[in-house]
Nanobody, 129 residues
């Protein structure tokens, strides 16, 4: 079992930056990919970014590419999402997720939410115009 706790959300002005953190419990999380998703009011949850177990592979949604950066520190069981040049359309609840099944230590990344087995409670990010 893996438990995830996100932090770092808040209110920021357009053009500002935030760094989200996701602390994972359980050693197995370090052997699987981690992802960030977001859900705005009235919209479906959408993929933001993913990172392989060893950080060799990353993937980003087109809407955040060049502005957001995903990273992880397995020694701290923590994943990060650095968000720069924030826009009002980035406003959403951001969720961290871990794929806790399938091939371990894989470089293959997934964008579909159903591929991930464990989810955090989410952290609110609000970007004011």
């Amino acid at each position: 079992q893996v438990q995830l706790v996100e932090s770092g959300g808040g209110l920021v002005q357009t053009g500002g930056s935030l760094r989200l953190s996701c602390l994972a419990s359980g050693r197995t999380s370090s052997m699987y990919e981690m992802g960030w998703f977001r859900q705005a009011p009235g919209k479906e949850r959408e993929f933001v970014a993913a990172i392989s177990w060893n950080a060799y592979s990353t993937d980003y949604a087109d809407s955040v590419k060049g502005r957001f950066a995903i990273s992880r520190d397995n020694a701290k069981n923590t994943a990060y999402l650095q968000m720069n040049s924030l826009k009002p359309e980035d406003t959403a609840v951001y969720y961290c997720a871990v794929k806790g099944s399938g091939i371990i230590r894989s470089l293959l990344l997934h964008r579909a939410a159903h591929e991930y087995d464990y989810w955090g409670q989410g952290t609110q990010v609000t970007v004011s115009s």
